[in-house]
């Protein structure tokens, strides 16, 4: 008899768990390309040492912030964004696709250079990105800088 019972109770607990599950929501689509327009980007310096043992040629201090703003039209341009402006940067890598993004720059300072490299990812109008930044210098001062940066799409430009 219990047999003849679960036969008969078989299909009605395979419908009940073929119900409703809980449905997620849809994560924002990511755009191929980085998305072009007017970008403001905040970064916070979160740690800065010293490779030489002495003082560290910036003036950054770790709880900084600085905000920078540009016209995007291109990933070619994210350096200003992740750059020190008016710095004459040669950019070394400019991954922007499928949202992520991983760019790095050597960028001309007094007595050497300092090296940024932004690692993070996008969608259609935020940016969120690790920014680490090393320098060479041929006297003493050279240092490590990590910064977290967030950013929004305002607008175009």
Same mark, same amino acid.
């Not at 402006?85 to 007595?111: E, F, H, L, M, W």
């Given at each position: /008899?219990?047999?003849? !019972? /679960? /036969?008969?109770?078989?299909?009605? !607990? !395979?419908?009940?768990?073929?119900?409703?599950?809980?449905?997620?929501?849809?994560?924002?689509?990511?755009?191929?390309?980085?998305?072009?327009?007017?970008?403001?980007?905040?970064?916070?310096?979160?740690? !800065?040492?010293?490779?030489?043992?002495?003082?560290?040629?910036?003036?950054?201090?770790?709880?900084?912030?600085?905000?920078?703003?540009a016209c995007i039209t291109d990933a070619k341009d994210l350096a200003a964004l992740f750059t020190?402006?008016?710095?004459?940067?040669?950019?070394?890598?400019?991954?922007?696709?499928?949202?992520?993004?991983?760019?790095?720059?050597?960028?001309?300072?007094?007595?050497?250079?300092?090296?940024p490299m932004a690692n993070g990812r996008y969608t259609a109008d935020t940016l969120e990105v690790?920014?680490?930044?090393?320098?060479?210098?041929?006297?003493?001062?050279?240092?490590?800088?990590r910064e977290k940066a967030t950013g929004k799409r305002l607008g175009d430009c």
């Open positions: /008899m219990s047999r003849a !019972l /679960m /036969m008969a109770f078989a299909p009605a !607990l !395979l419908l009940a768990a073929c119900g409703e599950t809980e449905q997620k929501p849809a994560e924002p689509a990511v755009p191929t390309a980085f998305p072009t327009g007017q970008w403001e980007v905040t970064s916070t310096v979160e740690s !800065l040492a010293s490779t030489d043992k002495s003082t560290p040629a910036v003036a950054a201090k770790v709880g900084d912030t600085a905000t920078r703003k020190s402006a008016g710095a004459k940067c040669t950019t070394i890598s400019d991954y922007a696709r499928q949202g992520r993004v991983n760019t790095a720059y050597q960028c001309p300072a007094k007595g050497g250079f300092t090296s690790q920014l680490d930044t090393s320098s060479r210098f041929s006297g003493a001062g050279d240092f490590q800088m």
